[in-house]
């Protein structure tokens, strides 16, 4: 397995580990007005990152550009920004957090749909 698929494999039960323990606590405190916070954590964190580890995994090729790698990292910073940024959003702290978060989110899916289209097109050629 190459390393850039290794890295998302790994990231992502790491942030749905985290997502989870924050729904345990949302729980058991009966507080849940975090649960956008949690919810892109799971989504974002978890899911895409599996869903990147699953695509870097099927096209190796893929993984090796430095667009790779700048699209898993924007995708690492985008839930670094965005999980605090949102919490503090919700808890009237500024949002300017949330708002780099979203940004760094919308660049790293771009940049993923750049790669799947050239993956697939170079499928195709093959």
């Known amino acids: 397995m190459n390393t ?4 998302c494999w790994i990231s992502s039960p790491v ?3 985290v997502g989870m323990v924050f729904g345990i606590w949302m729980s058991a405190t009966q507080d849940h007005t975090l649960a956008p916070a949690h919810a892109h954590l799971n989504l974002i964190g978890g899911v895409l990152m599996a869903i990147f580890g699953g ?9 090796q550009t430095m667009l ?7 995708t690492h910073l985008a839930i670094w920004f965005m999980f ?9 702290k500024g949002d300017m957090l949330a708002k780099i978060g979203s940004i760094l989110a919308i ?12 993956a697939s097109s170079a499928t195709r050629a093959v």
């Open 4 to 7: 850039l698929a290794r890295i």
């Open 15 to 17: 942030y749905l580990l």
């Open 55 to 63: 695509f870097y995994t099927l096209f190796p090729g893929a993984a």
């Open 68 to 74: 790779a790698k700048i699209q898993v990292a924007a």
């Open 84 to 92: 605090p940024g949102i919490i503090m959003a919700i808890q009237g």
């Open 107 to 118: 660049i790293a899916i771009v940049l993923f749909l750049v790669q799947a289209a050239r």
